[in-house]
């Protein structure tokens, strides 16, 4: 690089490149113009009054000057340093601002559901009396079943964590894990896909039950998905196809007097009039 002029404003330097490109030193943020590149940083020329700049580097640059003032980038990490004239621009690098498993287990012990999905925070208060209901009796009958039939796995009610990734981590009202899945118990929690996840509808989490969740137990391999609905007394029942997408297979009613079962675990049954009785 040849450096024709030098100027010091508040220890920084800023020079004209050979080929016409201006360079204002120390990396605050990248532009380039016209095949122009332009280096801002703090401490150095004074680009919030190019006027003074004016003199030294003639008027063409004026303008580009003004335009390099208004690209802020947040840190040096999220820009780039540009070569010389000819190079194509590259993207800014992006920091991943996701919530993480490890800031999951700063969270609160406030007696209300914490979870991440996709890095999201999501909180849900305490649930209501008909709510645990629904949920106790479903894990009645999943404790009745398991006891007849003890090598098929375990059942779980929430509090109780469900790690699929780094950036998700849930809390399903209640989940079954297979016995082909032992390997994803740990002390602490589960790691990975459950076989069964159940969840209880209600006001606050209906949108986040019926979709976000829906989604990462479809892209995270759950078997089987239940959505039980308190205010229609219906059981939704989702299930993972051969090529790993979610299909509704059933809608079940307590007034048709059907009855809830799954290929999971023969022989299991719920009365849905008894459930929502």
Same mark, same amino acid.
């Given at each position: 690089?040849?450096?024709?002029?030098?100027?010091?404003?508040?220890?920084?330097?800023?020079?004209?490149?050979?080929?016409?490109?201006?360079?204002?030193?120390?990396?605050?943020?990248?532009?380039?113009?016209?095949?122009?590149? *332009?280096?801002?940083?703090?401490?150095?020329? +004074? &680009?919030?009054? /190019?006027?003074? =700049? !004016?003199?030294?580097?003639?008027?063409?640059?004026?303008?580009?000057?003004?335009?390099?003032?208004?690209?802020?980038?947040?840190?040096?990490?999220?820009?780039?340093?540009?070569?010389?004239?000819?190079?194509?621009?590259?993207?800014?690098?992006?920091?991943?601002?996701?919530?993480?498993?490890?800031?999951?287990?700063?969270?609160?012990?406030?007696?209300?559901?914490?979870?991440?999905?996709?890095?999201?925070?999501?909180?849900?208060?305490?649930?209501?009396?008909?709510?645990?209901?629904?949920?106790?009796?479903?894990?009645?009958?999943?404790?009745?079943?398991?006891?007849?039939?003890?090598?098929?796995?375990?059942?779980?009610?929430?509090? *109780?964590?469900?790690?699929?990734?780094?950036? +998700? &981590?849930?809390? /399903?009202?209640? =989940? !079954?894990?297979?016995?082909?899945?032992?390997?994803?118990?740990?002390?602490?929690?589960?790691?990975?896909?459950?076989?069964?996840?159940?969840?209880?509808?209600?006001?606050?989490?209906?949108?986040?039950?019926?979709?976000?969740?829906?989604?990462?137990?479809?892209?995270?391999?759950?078997?089987?998905?239940?959505?039980?609905?308190?205010?229609?007394?219906?059981?939704?029942?989702?299930?993972?196809?051969?090529?790993?997408?979610?299909?509704?297979?059933?809608?079940?009613?307590?007034?048709?007097?059907?009855?809830?079962?799954?290929?999971?675990?023969?022989?299991?049954?719920?009365?849905?009039?008894?459930?929502?009785?």
């Amino acid at each position: 690089m040849v450096r024709a002029r030098r100027h010091d404003a508040g220890g920084g330097t800023c020079s004209r490149r050979k080929g016409g490109a201006l360079v204002l030193n120390g990396a605050e943020g990248v532009l380039q113009i016209r095949s122009v590149v *332009f280096v801002m940083r703090r401490n150095s020329c +004074d &680009v919030r009054n /190019p006027r003074q =700049l !004016f003199a030294r580097f003639g008027p063409p640059i004026l303008g580009r000057l003004e335009a390099a003032r208004r690209f802020q980038p947040t840190s040096r990490d999220d820009a780039t340093i540009l070569g010389m004239e000819g190079e194509k621009a590259m993207q800014p690098v992006r920091r991943d601002t996701r919530l993480t498993y490890d800031d999951f287990l700063l969270f609160p012990d406030d007696g209300r559901r914490h979870e991440l999905i996709d890095g999201e925070h999501y909180v849900t208060p305490s649930p209501n009396t008909r709510h645990q209901r629904l949920v106790g009796r479903l894990y009645a009958a999943f404790v009745l079943y398991l006891r007849d039939h003890p090598d098929a796995g375990e059942a779980f009610v929430a509090p *109780f964590d469900v790690v699929f990734s780094h950036h +998700d &981590v849930v809390e /399903p009202d209640l =989940l !079954f894990i297979a016995a082909d899945q032992s390997e994803t118990l740990t002390d602490k929690h589960v790691r990975g896909a459950p076989a069964i996840v159940i969840e209880v509808l209600s006001q606050g989490t209906r949108k986040v039950d019926e979709q976000t969740k829906r989604q990462l137990f479809e892209r995270g391999g759950v078997r089987e998905y239940w959505l039980v609905d308190p205010e229609q007394d219906v059981v939704k029942v989702y299930r993972s196809t051969a090529e790993g997408a979610f299909s509704r297979v059933a809608e079940l009613s307590a007034e048709q007097g059907e009855m809830l079962t799954t290929p999971q675990l023969p022989g299991f049954e719920v009365t849905l009039l008894e459930l929502f009785r």
